[in-house]
DNA sequence: GTCCAGGGGTATC
DNA sequence: GATACCCATGGA
């Protein structure tokens, strides 16, 4: 057992924000499968207990490397913005593996999170072995329909033989624009599920995913009118630039509270 | 029973 | 290039 001081942080709302479909709550304890790992957080306090990973994997995936408060204080100069920054303080975006990442946003499209967490569990049992499944093993047609994921069985069954590793570590050297582009044109990814990509798991933080969720938040605090996706998309990029993500998770994680 | 959900693909205009 | 409709499924 090991521990991490750590401030602005909050375990709970990191988790519990709609990013991540691979974990558990026990007792306090989250247990996190992240790619061939388990492990498990606590939080105490401005303490992380955690076990069963690196205190270096465990900054990595909480993004602990960051300088959390510039996003605070950027972000914190949209009054609009504050009631959200207050509710999500300690919010982290995660740093999520491109390839677990890609697999539980294809799964999350129009669908809703507590269905796509029970697909993914029933993925790790059937093909990872506890796991999370590798690229590649996902190929037994019977056993996918244990996971219940109906239409979008189909791109997960190409995606499996469409990527690897190696295609994710060449995205990252890619900039936002041509890594979405790449993306897109896979099948089940549209604009929408790439930019969760890029947003969890590819570094691109002023990356503004736009669900139905975000559409009617951002209309209802900045328009009182409906916006198209595309007028969303801009008017957060030019509002919030590089820190756009943040403002996105803030805001999707506050709204669905209420 | 009806509506909704972290949408994408395709046909149609 | 925008818009309309279909796609499986399960929870509210």
């Not at 960051?66 to 972000?75: F, I, R, Y």
């Not at 913005?81 to 677990?100: F, I, T």
């Not at 060449?170 to 900039?175: A, P, Q, S, Y």
């Amino acid at each position: 057992m090991r521990r991490i001081f750590i401030r602005d942080f909050s375990l709970e709302h990191t988790m519990e924000s709609g990013q991540y479909f691979a974990y558990s709550l026990t007792e306090g304890w989250y247990t996190i499968l992240h790619r061939n790992i388990t492990f498990r957080v606590r939080q105490e306090g401005d303490w992380l207990r955690y076990e069963g990973i690196g205190r270096d994997a465990l900054v990595d995936f909480f993004r602990l490397d960051e300088d959390h408060n510039t996003v605070l204080e950027a972000l914190g100069k949209d009054v609009k913005l504050r009631e959200a920054l207050s509710y999500c303080r300690g919010l982290r975006l995660l740093r999520q593996d491109p390839w677990q990442c890609t697999v539980g946003f294809v799964c999350s499209q129009n669908s809703n999170i507590p269905r796509i967490k029970q697909n993914i569990t029933s993925l790790t049992q059937n093909f990872g072995d506890g796991m999370f499944p590798m690229p590649g093993s996902i190929v037994d047609k019977a056993k996918l329909q244990e996971a219940r994921l109906g239409y979008r069985e189909k791109y997960l069954l190409a995606l499996n033989t469409l990527v690897d590793d190696d295609y994710f570590k060449h995205l990252k050297t890619l900039n936002y624009e041509e890594a979405k582009s790449a993306l897109m044109k896979l099948p089940g990814i549209g604009s929408k599920v790439a930019d969760c990509i890029l947003l969890f798991s590819l570094d691109k933080l002023s990356t503004f995913p736009v669900d139905v969720w975000i559409k009617r938040v951002v209309e209802e605090l900045y328009f009182n009118e409906e916006k198209t996706m595309n007028e969303i998309i801009a008017f957060a990029s030019s509002k919030w630039g590089e820190h756009a993500g943040y403002a996105q998770q803030y805001l999707y994680h506050w709204r669905r509270q209420q």
